[in-house]
């Protein structure tokens, strides 16, 4: 017997819902593909009903959930009525669709580490993500794998196998010698589309993004940049926490309806993994049908950056000094360095402090700067601002001196000093001073 024809389901339209609005600076008029918002003078969206085709993309995106669908009488009653037909007899259409995105989502396997080189150098950022990728695996019950890509690389998969890896994907042909966003584009969609991976992971570095953004966009899967978490829940999603609205607020981030799932880390965010001497793993060498001649980027010649070859490293360094608006002055900068000297260690700065032209940008520590994972952070007139927090908080001991006892930096911190750096900063770089002249004299030290 033919089976009566159920009603289409109404979309509704988008409607809001009076004082939730926060005027967030219209971002449901930006989402909106068919221009059925307007803005008051309120910042608040005014829905064009004639216009809205019930999408709900406006709804999704409000910061503030102040937007609903709402539905004629006639819509409910058949919404109604769905629902009751809906529990009578589940709907096949919906159960098969379902079916097969899980039978689609269940042939990616394992979770992917994409190792990254310039000359034959890995970046360190790469064995740091083969660490949280292990664990990873672990929870999802799959298998570490590393990807690399260059010429004369293969050195590489070895490494990654001494950070956890047990099989290693090798594309290893003069084209990749040096990275251009086309062969190495190329090189990892092949591997993906072959291989299936459920998660992908690159650094967040210059050449990461790049790579992970155009992977993204050619595979039409979720790309999440910048993660500072990455978890396994129970349906094996990838969630994947960044800071978001200005650093004000930790989201996270799902992939649900397509694979594999892709995120970017900072160098320094991740713990550095135990490395294992004598780790064996599986090589899978794999080739590229390119031609040079198919390429339209050339590498003409290669000018290292010598301006910036001697410039300094914070997000490497050990002991970090750093300075914020507290600093009062450029020429202030100096009893920092002068404490960053006895430590062996480098002067950083808050965004207010590089925005002051007190210290070059390079130095700045946060959410727009530098990722630091220092043994000591030292915050000296530095108030503690969330952006400032998540580039700094991971460091394995942080002594914060700032005159404000309420000042959030505290929250962070391991030891916290109260009271004016000014006097602080010279009377900690003194008793080092006098401290190491002691042991220089009783010999248990050596001085370089
Ligand atoms: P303030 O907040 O002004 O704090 C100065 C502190 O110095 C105060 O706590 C004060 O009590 C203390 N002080 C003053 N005099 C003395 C003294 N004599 N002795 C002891 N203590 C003293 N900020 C970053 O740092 N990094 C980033 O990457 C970053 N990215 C951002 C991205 C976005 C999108 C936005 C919106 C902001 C970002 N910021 C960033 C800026 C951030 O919000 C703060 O404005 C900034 O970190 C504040 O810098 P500060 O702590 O040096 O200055």
Partial sequence: ?????????PRGRAGLIPDKCIACGARCQSACSVDAIEMNAKGEPVILIDKCIGCRKCVKICPAEALAMVYTTEEQEILRQLD??????????IDAEEAQLADKLAQYKGVWVYIESTDCVPAKVSWELLGVGGQLAASLGTELC??????????????????????????DAPTFQYYRTA????AVYSLVQKYKPEVVLMGATGLGRDLAGAVATRLGTGLTADCTGLAIDERRHLLQTRPAF??????????ERSRP?????????????????????????????????????K????????????????????????????????????????LAEELGGVVGASRSAVDAGWMPVERQVGQTGKTVRPKI?????????????????????????NRDREAPIFEVATYGIVGDLFQIVPAITESIRALKAKKLKQGTICQT
């Avoid at 062969?183 to 190329?186: C, G, I, S």
């Avoid at 713990?271 to 980027?297: C, S």
């Fill in 1 to 9: 017997m033919e089976r009566e024809k159920k009603p289409k389901r």
């Fill in 84 to 93: 009751q037909l809906d529990r009578e007899a589940p709907s096949e259409d």
């Fill in 146 to 171: 590393a990807v690399v890509i260059g010429s004369h690389v293969e050195a590489l998969c070895a490494e990654a196998f001494a950070y956890g890896a047990v099989k290693a994907y090798l594309i």
């Fill in 183 to 186: 062969p190495y584009l190329e």
């Fill in 246 to 255: 200005g650093g004000n607020i930790m989201a996270t981030i799902l992939c």
């Fill in 261 to 297: 799932q892709m995120a970017t880390v900072r160098p320094h965010v991740m713990p550095m993994p135990a490395r294992k001497q004598d780790a064996d793993g599986v090589i899978v060498r794999e080739e590229i049908m390119l031609k040079e001649e198919d390429i339209f980027i």
């Fill in 299 to 338: 590498i003409l010649q290669v000018v290292s950056d010598a301006a910036h070859s001697e410039s300094i490293d914070i997000a490497g360094a050990e002991f970090i000094v750093s300075g914020g608006r507290g600093m009062m002055a450029k020429e202030n900068f100096r009893l920092l360095q002068e």
């Fill in 377 to 401: 952070y030292i915050a000296c007139g530095i108030s503690g601002a969330i952006q400032h927090l998540v580039g700094m908080q991971d460091s394995d001991l942080i002594i914060a001196i």
